[in-house]
T-cell receptor
Framework: AQSVTQLGSHVSVSEGALVLLRCNYSSSVPPYLFWYVQYPNQGLQLLLKYTTGATLVKGINGFEAEFKKSETSFHLTKPSAHMSDAAEYFCAVILYNTDKLIFGTGTRLQVFP | GAGVSQSPSNKVTEKGKDVELRCDPISGHTALYWYRQSLGQGLEFLIYFQGNSAPDKSGLPSDRFSAERTGGSVSTLTIQRTQQEDSAVYLC???????????????FGPGTRLTVL
C-alpha cells in the first residue's frame, strides 16, 4: 500500500519565487512525517520533521511544512527560492509502531535565474 | 563530530561475485538502518538494527542479502552472488534510538554506489 505520495517528479521555479512541494500520506493513524533533501552525489539530509505538537514545522535553509490531518498532507514550502535549493526532495513517514522510513518517489527542484 | 561514514564510496563488481559494504554510525547511536536507492524502486528500507540485533529484516530482497552489526557499532551489508539488479546506491543511517513518542532523526551516510557488470 502506498503510504507517501509526492505530486510532481519535477518542479521548476524562478529564483525568488515561492517553492511548494506536495506530499500526501495514506494512513488511518497520523504517522511521523519528514522531509529530506539530497544534493547531487550526496546522502540525505533532514530538512524538518513532525512528530507531535505544533503542526507548522520550521526547518533548515528557510523551509517549513504544515501537517494537515484533515487533508493528510505535509507540503513543503519556502517563500523565496535560491539557486542553492536545487536538489531532490523526499517526503517520508514512519508509521505508528514501526521503525523504518517509507519514502515518497522524490521531487527534483530546479531553480532558474 | 563525525557523521555516518560508509565504505567504499564506489564498488564495481562482476555478476556472481560477493560484495561487502561497510557502515560506521555516529558514535553512541544505538539504531542503524540500511536503505537502497535505485532508479526503478526509489528509496527502500532493507534492514534495521537495535544494538547488535535485527528486529526488522523485512526489506531484504532475497536470501543473497545479509547484514550484521558488531559491538553495537559497525555494520556490514553482504550481497552474495551479485546480480545486475543489485546495482544501486546503498545508504546507511543511524539514530539515537527508535523507541518512545519522540522519534529520533535518522542521519544518513553518503552511500556506496554499487555497479554489477
Amino acid at each position: 500500500a502506498q503510504s507517501v505520495t509526492q505530486l510532481g517528479s519535477h518542479v521548476s521555479v524562478s529564483e525568488g519565487a515561492l517553492v511548494l512541494l506536495r506530499c500526501n500520506y495514506s494512513s488511518s493513524v497520523p504517522p511521523y512525517l519528514f522531509w529530506y533533501v539530497q544534493y547531487p552525489n550526496q546522502g540525505l539530509q533532514l530538512l524538518l520533521k513532525y512528530t507531535t505538537g505544533a503542526t507548522l514545522v520550521k526547518g533548515i535553509n528557510g523551509f517549513e511544512a504544515e501537517f494537515k490531518k484533515s487533508e493528510t498532507s505535509f507540503h513543503l514550502t519556502k517563500p523565496s527560492a535560491h539557486m542553492s535549493d536545487a536538489a531532490e526532495y523526499f517526503c517520508a513517514v514512519i508509521l505508528y509502531n514501526t521503525d523504518k522510513l517509507i519514502f515518497g518517489t522524490g521531487t527534483r527542484l530546479q531553480v532558474f535565474p | 563530530g563525525a557523521g555516518v561514514s560508509q565504505s567504499p564510496s564506489n564498488k564495481v563488481t562482476e555478476k556472481g561475485k560477493d560484495v561487502e559494504l561497510r557502515c560506521d554510525p555516529i558514535s553512541g547511536h544505538t539504531a542503524l538502518y540500511w536503505y537502497r536507492q535505485s532508479l526503478g524502486q526509489g528509496l527502500e528500507f532493507l534492514i534495521y538494527f537495535q544494538g547488535n540485533s535485527a528486529p526488522d529484516k523485512s526489506g531484504l530482497p532475497s536470501d543473497r542479502f545479509s547484514a550484521e552489526r558488531t559491538g553495537g557499532s559497525v555494520s556490514t551489508l553482504t550481497i552474495q552472488r551479485t546480480q545486475q539488479e543489485d546495482s544501486a546506491v546503498y545508504l546507511c543511517a543511524s539514530s539515537l534510538d527508535v523507541r518512545g513518542p519522540l522519534v529520533d532523526t535518522q542521519y544518513f551516510g553518503p552511500g556506496t554506489r554499487l555497479t554489477v557488470l
